[in-house]
Nanobody, 124 residues
Framework: QLQPVESGGGLVQAGDSLRLSCEVS????????MGWFRQSPGSGREFVAT????????NYADSVKGRFTISKDNDKNMVYLQMNSLRPEDTAVYYC?????????????????WGQGTQVTVSS
C-alpha cells in the first residue's frame, strides 16, 4: 500500500542538524511525488517540502528554505529530509507523505498516504 515509515527524529539544540528518513514499502516511489509536512502543538499540519517523482523538482516552505533539503532514492524506496541550523520553532511532529500516482507534486489536499510521524524537538 506504499505506506511511509519515518525515523530519525529526536531532541537537539538550536543550530544542530538532523536527518529524517522515510522508508516506503510497496510499489516503487518513482511513480509518486513525495513530501514532508509537520504539525506543532495547537497548530494544523503545514507543508515543509516536496519532491517530484524523478527528484528533479523540489519545493520548500519559506520558513525552511536554505536550511532543509529533501531528497529521494528511488532505487532504495527512501525519502530524506536533511535539516540544518535548526530553530526552536522547527519543533513539531514531522510526517512523510506520499502523493497521488503520476502527479507532479503533493499538497495537503492531495496526500495519498501519511506516515505515523516522528518527533523533532529543538531546545534554545
Amino acid at each position: 500500500q506504499l505506506q511511509p515509515v519515518e525515523s530519525g527524529g529526536g531532541l537537539v539544540q538550536a543550530g544542530d542538524s538532523l536527518r529524517l528518513s522515510c522508508e516506503v514499502s510497496g510499489r516503487p516511489i518513482r511513480d509518486y511525488p513525495m513530501g514532508w509536512f509537520r504539525q506543532s502543538p495547537g497548530s494544523g499540519r503545514e507543508f515543509v517540502a516536496t519532491i517530484s517523482r524523478d527528484g528533479s523538482t523540489r519545493n520548500y516552505a519559506d520558513s525552511v528554505k536554505g536550511r532543509f533539503t529533501i531528497s529521494k532514492d528511488n532505487d532504495k524506496n527512501m525519502v530524506y529530509l536533511q535539516m540544518n541550523s535548526l530553530r526552536p520553532e522547527d519543533t513539531a511532529v514531522y510526517y512523510c507523505v506520499r502523493g497521488l500516482f503520476a502527479a507532479a507534486t503533493v499538497e495537503l489536499t492531495t496526500v495519498g498516504a501519511w506516515g505515523q510521524g516522528t518527533q523533532v524537538t529543538v531546545s534554545s
